[in-house]
Structures are given as C-alpha cells and as structure tokens.
C-alpha cells in the first residue's frame, strides 16, 4: 500500500540533544512538508521541498534542519537550539501542484526530558 | 488578521443533527480549500476538497464555498459519535497549506 511512514511514534530528547524524525514515503510525489502542532495552535509549517536536493524554509524553522538527498525522503532534524521541541511533528507530501490536499504521516510524538 | 481563521469554540450537536463549521482565509487569490478530519492523538485525514463557488456533497458532508466573502463552511449530516473529532480548514497559498486552529465537534448520543 502507498502512504508516508513516520518513525519513531515516540521520542524522548535530552536537554542539549540532537535527534531526527524519520519521513519516508511511496506516493511518487514530488513534495513533502514538516508540520508541528501544539495543542490549540493548528498546525504550523517547518520545511517543505518541492524538489531533490531543494527545500526552503516555512514559518517557523529556526532551530530545525531538513535534507531531500532523495525523492522518498524528508528526515527533519531537531536541534539543541530549539528551545521548545515538545510538540506532534507531522510529516506530508503531495503532488507538486498542492491542488490535490497533503496525505500525512500517522506523526511523531517529541518530549523533552 | 490570520491567514486561516476557524473562531467557534467546542462544537456539541445531538447524534442525528447537523453541525455547522466555518472558516475565513485572508489571500483572495487562494484558489483549493480543504477540510481535514483529526481524531485525538492521530494525524490529519482529508475528507473534501473545494475548488468552485457553491457546494459540494459527499456522503453525508457538503462543502461550501464562497470566495467573494472569503469563506468556506462544511456541514456534517446526521451527525453520527464517530464524527467527534477536530476539523481543520486548510487553503492552498502558493502550493503550501495554510491550516486553521480547528473546530472541536462533540456528537452527544
């Protein structure tokens, strides 16, 4: 079956820590996104790409990076200088021309300890 | 004003009422509008897409949209338990999806 797997469901960083959330997907599509959600804020955009090897930041992307090395992948990395990671991270691809709506990923759960 | 504005509070409606959502987008160039269903602790499922003024039926939702006054409504026919969830509006500005903060629907049976 097509879709977009996220892995893990469950992460648990360290104050000072690095990690990264897998997005891996068999749609054949073009684009991805990351999305965070916070409990009452919706869902606000970190990086999308639209192309290999190309992304571009969205409206909140300090202290996270993104790599697109290939069509199927979109792993976001969370930096030690994201000063508040606890959130649902939701990752989404779709047709380039984005007139078709995202299919997500079942979401990666990050908790700070 | 935000790009996606979805202001009611926590909807309750009768199991076999209707419920009634509403959603106000900013860029009047938008031209695809999106309505996603999320149960608590899953992630987002589209169930209409609307790209014309006027309505769209699917099942028991229809989708509504008005570009002139800037809206886009969905309303949920006898409203059934497993339709409580939260319903986001989204709307396509330059092949990104802005979302709203959603719209909680209890159905009470």
């Known amino acids: 079956d097509g879709g977009i797997t996220q892995s893990p469901k469950y992460l648990f960083r360290k104050e000072g820590q690095n990690v990264t959330l897998s997005c891996e997907q068999n749609?054949?599509?073009?684009?991805m996104y990351w999305y965070r959600q916070d409990p009452g804020q919706g869902l606000r955009l970190i990086y999308y790409s639209q192309i290999v090897n190309d992304f571009q930041k969205g409206d909140i992307a300090e202290g996270y990076s993104v790599s697109r090395e290939k069509k199927e992948s979109f792993p976001l990395t969370v930096t030690s200088a994201q000063k508040n990671p606890t959130a649902f991270y939701l990752c989404a691809s779709s047709i380039v021309t984005g007139n078709y709506g995202y299919t997500f990923g079942s979401g990666t759960r990050l908790t700070v300890v | 004003q935000k790009e996606v504005e979805q202001n009611s509070g926590p909807l309750s409606v009768p199991e076999g009422a209707i419920a009634s959502l509403n959603c106000t987008y900013s860029d009047r160039g938008s031209q695809s509008f999106f309505w996603y269903r999320q149960y608590s602790g899953k992630s987002p499922e589209l169930i209409m897409s609307?790209?014309?003024?006027g309505d769209k039926e699917d099942g028991r939702f229809t989708a509504q949209l008005n570009k002139a006054s800037q809206y886009v409504s969905l309303l949920i026919r006898d409203s059934q338990p497993s339709d409580s969830a939260t319903y986001l509006c989204a709307v396509n500005r330059n092949n990104r999806l802005a979302f709203g903060k959603g719209n909680q629907v209890v159905v009470i049976p």
């Open positions: 609307i790209y014309s003024n």
């Open positions: 749609l054949n599509h073009d684009a």
